[in-house]
């Protein structure tokens, strides 16, 4: 009699592992379509492109580049259909995400490069998913000529679909939409340690220097970037009008630096012929990543800051040097990818 049992007992286990294995053969959820761009917290998705992206054959047409965005079918099997994708430029998002996040700062505001008049990206209105596949991209185009990196610039998308679509987009609004803050960079471009560079009121050298502990530059083109002067950052409503442009002129391993600007309200002067030089070390405990610094020598200008106090202006004088350190996983092909940013 006890065989019995226990024969019945395991005829039991078998039969419910059974029905237990048989349903994850199932979809557990839905097949949503979403984008694969998390936000950070400033409500948008940072993206670095190169300036100039080089093609297969190792060539390259200065200001254009390229992202591949990718969309997902969520779902816990594989899309098993073919589906074509609607994607749309989003501005009305953008509005809600400026007003939300900065109110009447519209100086804060981050500015809409998808507009048609501005010729600064493209992109194709649709994207194909095959059976098996879960993954594809959005190949958007970028024509950076032009460009002025003062303004905060991103890309607003959106899944579109409707009644008559063979597919949902994502519930959940920031999975279904895309808030791109793109960032383009060439060779000299990013964050450059300013602890070594010194900004005093002319006349008061001696009463102690206003130091900045990062100094961004910023893409004009291939080969120049541009600062804010002294201690001017991305938060003063008039900070276009302190571009200081560097522009770097020499071989891989250095050169000089041509300091200049385009406002001569700014009375710029500059003391020293800057130079930069290019220093690249494998890492001691991770030899596939590659240190690349760059480093700015004998700056030593002035300028005026002629806005700060309503009817005077106040002389700065700025000197030191500013230095760039990249670090690049030279395991990964893609430039952009290979740089931890």
């Known amino acids: 009699m006890q065989k019995i049992y226990t024969l019945i007992v395991l ?10 294995n048989d349903e994850w053969k199932d979809e557990q959820y839905e097949h949503y379509i979403a984008f694969r761009s998390p936000l950070n917290n400033k409500g948008v998705t940072e993206i670095f492109v190169p300036y100039s992206r080089k093609g297969a054959d190792g060539s390259s047409q200065e200001g254009k580049s390229n992202y591949q965005l990718p969309l997902i079918v969520s779902g816990s099997t594989n899309n098993q259909q073919n ?14 995400l400026n007003l939300a996040r900065y109110q009447h700062r519209t100086d804060l505001f981050y500015v809409d490069m998808g507009e048609e008049n501005l010729g600064f990206v493209s992109f194709p209105g649709t994207v194909d998913f095959k059976p098996g596949e879960d993954v594809s991209l959005l190949d958007i185009s970028f024509d950076f000529r032009g460009i002025d990196m003062s303004q905060k610039w991103v890309l607003p998308l959106t899944v579109v679909d409707n009644a008559s679509s063979d597919y949902k987009s994502h519930p959940r609004k920031n999975y279904a939409k895309a808030i791109l803050r793109i960032l383009p960079f060439n060779s000299f ?7 070594t560079l010194q900004n005093f009121v002319k006349g008061d050298e001696g009463s102690g220097s206003i ?12 080969h120049t970037i541009f600062f804010y002067a002294g201690n001017i950052d991305e938060d003063r409503t008039d900070r276009a009008n302190y571009k200081l442009f560097a522009e770097f002129n020499g071989a891989e391993t250095g050169g ?3 300091f200049y600007v385009e406002n001569p309200e700014l009375n710029f002067v500059n003391h ?11 890492d001691a405990v991770r030899p596939y990543l590659l240190r690349r610094y760059v ?4 700056i030593d200008y002035e300028y005026s800051d002629y806005t700060a106090v309503p009817g005077s202006s106040i002389t700065y004088i700025v000197r030191g040097s500013l230095t760039l350190v990249r670090t690049i996983n030279t395991q990964i092909p893609d430039e952009d990818q290979a740089i931890e940013w």
């Open 11 to 20: 005829m039991a286990v078998v039969l419910l592992g059974t029905s237990c």
């Open 83 to 96: 589906i074509k994708v609607n994607v749309a430029h989003d501005p009305d998002t953008l509005q809600t």
């Open 189 to 195: 471009s990013g964050r450059y340690s300013g602890t």
């Open 211 to 222: 130091v900045a502990n990062t100094v961004t530059g910023y893409v004009v083109d291939d």
């Open 256 to 258: 000089i630096v041509n």
């Open 272 to 282: 020293k012929d800057a130079s930069y030089r290019i220093i690249e070390e494998m």
């Open 295 to 298: 480093i700015i020598n004998n």
